[in-house]
């Protein structure tokens, strides 16, 4: 039997919640395949770690994780902390130092979610956005001048290597040539004449080895506009760091809500551990009432399952989600339900086995 050592790291707000749901149904499936089981080492870092130690993690946080087969996130942020410290010091630091520049998100609207599109159907939405997640608008660099003064200036800058791009580029055609399908550009070479101009000339000039895959380029502006009102148009979609993240939540929002949003930060080099997390945040107002929609942080534990190569699986918990939001029981209150978290993960489980 294969065992997989993975790190937990459930976080702050309702992500202790989710992510009890999330392991019950990743045991479930090892416990009804046979073939493979998991070994989870949950660790308290968060925001409620950094109020007590002033550090996300602690010094060696990163040596501590880098033993592990992969990590499963619930969530981060809290308002007795600011948010650039919680996501710089934890999420976007293992993003980084751990190189997992893919960023996979589904957007894909499941029979039974509640999508605000009249006349959206599920075939027409049902999207894989691939975003640059290790450099890009996202990269940290800049700086502050005379703070504090009528002089004050702030430069916030974007890095852009080829060696980032190509990869995520790349990465993308190979993913729409075995998918057989339309992969689509985003970016804003009209304003951002150096950084995005740079984009759409790899996209270019790597398309060419891939003759066979048909490709779109648009605008971040356009891409928003087409995904509400024409969403069927978008198959895969390659785009950088803020881009990505800002049209994921959008994605998120046709979709069925970010209850049913889940992202994978990928090493596809697997040199360092990958990271799977649902992307609705920590949601403080409703923390400890036992409601939060746990679907997320299992749809994310589904793209586990696909990295460690048990794709069936995956596509098994993807289903139970889709029957249960079919059936309209045991869903939580954000999905028009009355079902409390529990309920919602033990559902999924009886549909598993069934």
Known sequence: MKRYKIAVIAGDGIGPEVTREELKVL???????????????????????????????PEDGMEILKQYDAIL????????????????????????????????????????ANCPLKYAKPEEIDMIFIRENSEGEYSGQGAWLYPGTPREIVIQDSVFSRAGCERVIRYAYELARKEKKTLTSVSKANALNYSMVFWDRIFAEIGREYP?????????????????????????????????DILTDLGAAIAGGMGLA?????????????????IHGSAPDIAGQG????????????????????????????????????RGEFLTPDQGGTAKTSECGDALISLLKA
Not at 219 to 241: C, E, G, W, Y
Not at 301 to 320: C, P, T, V
Request: with cysteine; hydrophobic share 45%; charged share 20%.
């Open 73 to 112: 996130l619930g969530a981060v942020g809290s308002p007795g902390v600011p948010d650039h410290v919680s996501l710089r010091e934890l999420l976007l630091r293992i993003r980084r130092d751990f190189d997992e520049y893919i960023n996979l998100r589904p957007v894909k609207l499941l029979k039974g």
């Open 27 to 57: 045991n479930a499936a090892a416990e009804l395949d046979g073939g493979f089981a998991f070994d989870f080492t949950e660790y308290p870092w968060g925001c409620e770690y950094y109020l007590q130690t002033g550090r996300m993690m």
């Open 212 to 244: 066979d895959v048909k490709t779109d380029s648009l605008l971040v502006d356009a891409a928003s506009m087409f995904m509400v009102k024409n969403p069927k148009r978008f198959q895969i979609v390659v785009t950088s760091n803020l881009f990505g």
């Open 262 to 278: 889940a992202g994978a930060n990928l090493n596809p080099e697997r040199e360092f551990p990958s990271m799977f997390e649902p």
């Open 291 to 326: 409601i939060a929609n746990p679907l997320a942080a299992v749809w994310s534990a589904s793209q586990l399952l696909d990295f460690l190569g048990y794709e069936s699986w995956g596509r098994k918990i993807i289903a139970a989600i889709e029957k249960l939001l079919t």
